[in-house]
């Protein structure tokens, strides 16, 4: 899970997009898609009655019929508008079909904040292929980048870049990475993983240009910690998922 603060022109007020509001889920096991109708048709409104919610979602993607995923972002609608949305195609010449679930890519406009308006690209990366698609995701942001005219852009989601799905030795082959204008908010040192056993930094969010950089409130950006925050016991946490979700913070001058 992510969730953010928006940076306001007057750096004094800062406003969380709370996670619960503002987050891309991903997934189709039965009780992420659940979670997911949950969240946008109930939970919100339920726990959060002073605010609207909308959803975006992507079509189901994936390279089997059996095994799908999608990707869902849902927004506070009184302060968010979604300009855009662009499902990759995922056939760029001599490297089609990179990824298995290609990212389903929204701008948004939120024009009470800093940046006014960004772009959120999503991934949940093939454990076996890590490597690979990250380095593919940079090929997606430059796409991006020149269709919008933006370098506002936040990759974000289970990217697995930790531990033994993406090895010390693979990083020097990821754009991603060795390119400097990026900025991985979640460090290799996070623990975004539940289980009291594992600590590997899976899920990240990377930050394109220096504006947008700049919107996110220092050091905001962390694992939510389901277990924590909800009293949960790691058996419980653990019942489908392995891992905990990341959030952030950008800053606004958005009042809750
Ligand atoms: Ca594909």
Redesign the pocket.
Known sequence: MHSMFLKSPEPSEAYRVDGRAWSVWRGCSLWIVALTHLLSASLCCRFDPKHQYKSVSSERLG?SDSYQEQYVFIYRSSTTTVMDEYQYP?DRPGDE????R?PFVVRFKAPQTAVKEFVLIPQHTTPTNTTKELDALYDVLQQVRKMWKTDNVMLLGDFNADCSYLPKKNRKNVRLITDTSLSWLIPDTADTTVRSTTSCAYDRIVVHGETFDRAIVPSSAKAFNFQEEYGLTEKQVTFKKTKNKTKKSLKSHLHN
């Not at 079909?97 to 298995?100: K, L, M, N, P, V």
């Open positions: 390279r995922d079909d990179a990824f298995s290609e």
